[in-house]
């Protein structure tokens, strides 16, 4: 469910830009600022720094605890926004919940699952995270005639979604692998053993994370910084492409992000733990970058755009972002996995805000081919980076992986 809040904020926020735009009188520049400051980006990136080393010192549960409250404040802010200032708070607090609780929700599903079958649940993080944009685009499909109510009412679900999720996760167990940790831990303490906290310091202090970081970094932040801007100027670019009615971009949204569903499902969590991680996450690569390819250089009609949402649809549900999350998981040991997911979204998030402030100008005064060169050029190195690196983990336990990585169980 915090993936399903985060994809939801952002394509909440991505279908209601343009009627916050006209009803608030911003510019350009002013869009980007906003998208910039989302669940999107920077928000998203301050909230990962604070919830995942909070997540490892503290319990993967400590941050389900307080993350939806946070959530739920902004949400409210955004829709009874009267003024500027009440949208781009809203905006920040949500951005800052979701960063806080996206990474730790990945660490805690990949240490509960069993090793034979990590790929398929961590999978339904990224089957919760496609079928919010799903949703809320059908849902923003249904609200256009309503305008700007119509955007308030998403996030007004969005709301409501998250105060039941609070609800149930209060009698959330804590996670297995970090509790036994931490009682290795009480009990040196309780021995008289010097016991130091493993946090960020500790974890870039060693080669093996530093080296597993840039690998991620170049896998996941590279993608992102991509799949940023699609979640949340895509109807801007279709606007650009000669789509100008909002029930078709939506509509072109909703088919993309339903293939999305459907690759996670069949794609990464049926073949994720049965077939070459490393050939699985080459084709979803290639997939989107041939979608884009064809954006930019074929000519631009609405079987086209059909094709593209079904290519990058595809690929997005095989690709980078449930590697990303499962392979963090594996790559890091367990008193500082939290920490690194945190780490490598905040920098994924940094990434995209840089471009989300620069990108509606871009698109306006560059136009589809100038940006899509962007987009091929990072989605080429992260499809390299990806294939070359791949690390051998299937079928592992992490105790296992922590020995071959380490030596021994941190």
């Not at 928000?43 to 919830?51: D, F, H, S, T, W």
């Not at 979701?98 to 990949?110: D, E, L, Q």
Request: net charge positive; hydrophobic share 55%; charged share 10%.
């Amino acid at each position: 469910m915090s993936n399903y809040i985060e994809a939801g904020s952002i394509i909440a926020l991505a279908t209601s830009l343009t009627l916050w735009q006209e009803h608030f009188g911003f510019s350009n520049w002013a869009v980007g600022l906003v998208a910039a400051l989302s669940a999107n980006a920077f928000g998203a990136a301050v909230g990962a720094m604070i919830g995942g080393p909070l997540g490892d010192r503290y319990g993967r549960k400590f941050i389900y605890t307080y993350d939806l409250i946070l959530y739920m404040v902004g949400t409210l802010l955004v829709v009874f926004a009267a003024q500027a200032w009440m949208l781009v708070l809203g905006v920040v607090l949500t951005g800052i919940a979701v960063g806080a609780g996206v990474p730790v929700a990945w660490t805690y599903i990949a240490e509960q699952a069993p090793h034979a079958r990590r790929a398929r649940h961590v999978g339904t993080a990224q089957l919760a995270w496609s079928l919010g944009p799903a949703v809320v685009f059908a849902i923003a499909t249904a609200l256009v005639p309503l305008g700007l109510l119509g955007s308030r009412l998403i996030f007004a679900h969005l709301f409501v979604v998250a105060f039941i999720t609070w609800w149930v996760r209060r009698g959330l167990a804590e996670s297995d692998i970090w509790t036994d940790q931490k009682k290795k831990r009480d009990d040196a303490a309780a021995r008289g053993e010097t016991v130091r906290h493993r946090g960020l310091t500790e974890m870039l202090s060693h080669p093996k994370n530093i080296t597993a970081l840039l690998f991620l970094i170049g896998v996941y932040a590279l993608w992102n910084t991509v799949a940023g801007q699609m979640g949340i100027f895509m109807p801007r670019v279709y606007e650009t492409a000669g789509v100008a009615s909002a029930t078709s971009q939506n509509l072109l949204q909703v088919l993309l992000w339903t293939m999305t569903v459907v690759a996670t499902y069949f794609g990464f969590m049926l073949l994720g733990d049965r077939v070459d991680r490393r050939l699985l996450y080459g084709i979803g690569a290639a997939l989107g970058i041939i979608a884009w390819v064809l954006l930019v250089f074929a000519h631009v009609t609405t079987p086209l755009l059909i094709l593209f949402a079904v290519l990058w649809g595809v690929s997005a549900g095989i690709g980078a972002q449930a590697f990303y999350a499962l392979w963090t998981a594996e790559m890091f040991a367990t008193p500082y996995r939290a920490s690194a997911q945190g780490l490598i979204f905040f920098v994924a998030r940094i990434m995209v805000g840089l471009l989300s402030y620069f990108f509606p100008t871009l698109l306006a005064t560059q136009g589809v081919p100038f940006v899509g060169m962007i987009m091929i050029g990072l989605l080429v190195a992260a499809m390299l980076i990806g294939v070359i690196g791949a690390p051998d983990t299937r079928g592992k336990t992490l105790e296992q992986i922590e020995r071959e990585r380490y030596g021994a169980t941190v």
